[in-house]
Structures are given as structure tokens and as C-alpha cells.
């Protein structure tokens, strides 16, 4: 499977995807530091992204995680990454966390990225609410959110460990199948 649009593609991660992930996590790193605290600690050096990597690959082909890579097609660069996790099928729902380079934010490429994930997610893994968690500092994030139609539910107390130890409050957002727009 792989989605393409302009010049840029989003596919599962595969074994090859390592130094790529580690390229971009390294380049990344301040920027991934507090959000996605464990995809960089597990990237921080091409062995370390090799082993990621792998886990990921079995994880998605047991459908147990989805984890996709966004490419900028001309040079096969990773730009982003896209999470489909936490997947709870007996209540319908998974949780979505995505996260872009620095120098492709601001250019409404990760709300498209959602909304194809979004109706990937919708049509082949069996679930009816897709959820987003994010801290109220990240607009960018709360705006592809809401670009996708995802609506605020609630503040979750004390839910995610900051970089520098401290405790965050982090804001729920929910889209339903049901209310998915195409």
C-alpha cells in the first residue's frame, strides 16, 4: 500500500526505511524530544533505527501498530512519520500521532496526511473513533486535528511525561466514522 500525492508518498515502514528514520529523527531531534520521547531514544543511531524499524514492520504486519513513513518523493528523504496505535478493537478505537520535519510544517501537508491515513484507518482496521492527544502549545497539531474534522472531547490529567521530567496535561480530540468526511 502507498498513498501518493504532489511529490510525496506515505507507505508502511519497511527494513530499508532505518537510516532514513535515523536521518530524520536525528534532524528532528529537539523537535521530537518531548512528544515522541520513545521514537527518538529508539532512533538516535542507525543500529538502534534498524532494530526500530524491524519491530515496527512485524508490529504492522501483525496489525498490531501502524507506522508509516512520509517520503518526499525526488530524493526518498523521510519527512514525517505517522502512528496508528494503541489499538483497541473491541472498543473500536485507535489513537493517531503524527509528526513533520521542520522544513515541511506550515504547508497543510500533514492535514492531507491525516485525512488519507484517517480514511485508511477507517476502512481497514476495524475501528470507529480515531483519537488524537495533544498538548494545548502544539497548535500546528490541534490544527490538522481540526482540519480533519477531529473535535475536542477533554483535558486528560497529568497523561503525558514532558523531556525535562515534568507532568502535562493533554488535550483529547475524537473523529468518528461515522462523521469522517472523504
Known amino acids: 500500500m502507498e498513498i501518493t500525492f504532489d511529490n510525496y508518498s506515505i507507505s508502511p515502514i519497511k527494513t530499508k526505511d532505518a537510516w532514513r528514520v535515523c536521518n530524520f529523527v536525528v534532524a528532528n531531534e529537539k523537535r521530537l524530544a518531548d512528544f515522541f520521547p520513545q521514537t527518538l531514544k529508539e532512533n538516535l543511531t542507525p543500529t538502534l533505527a534498524e532494530l526500530f524499524v524491524q519491530k515496527k514492520e512485524k508490529q504492522f504486519n501483525n496489525k498490531e501498530e501502524f507506522l508509516f513513513s512520509i517520503k518526499e518523493n525526488t530524493n526518498r528523504s523521510i519527512i514525517g512519520l505517522v502512528y496508528l496505535k494503541e489499538l483497541h478493537k473491541k472498543e473500536g478505537q485507535a489513537e493517531i500521532a503524527y509528526c513533520i520535519s521542520y522544513q515541511y510544517e506550515n504547508k497543510g501537508l500533514m492535514a492531507k ?29 490541534r490544527k490538522v486535528a481540526e482540519k480533519n474534522s477531529f473535535k475536542f472531547i477533554t483535558v486528560l490529567q497529568k497523561e503525558h511525561q514532558m523531556a525535562d521530567g515534568s507532568i502535562a496535561d493533554m488535550q483529547l480530540y475524537e473523529l468518528r466514522k461515522s462523521e469522517f468526511q472523504d
Open 113 to 141: 496526511i491525516v485525512g488519507e491515513i484517517a480514511k485508511w484507518a477507517f476502512t481497514n482496521v476495524e475501528i470507529t473513533v480515531l483519537q488524537a492527544i495533544i498538548h494545548d502549545t502544539n497548535l500546528a497539531s
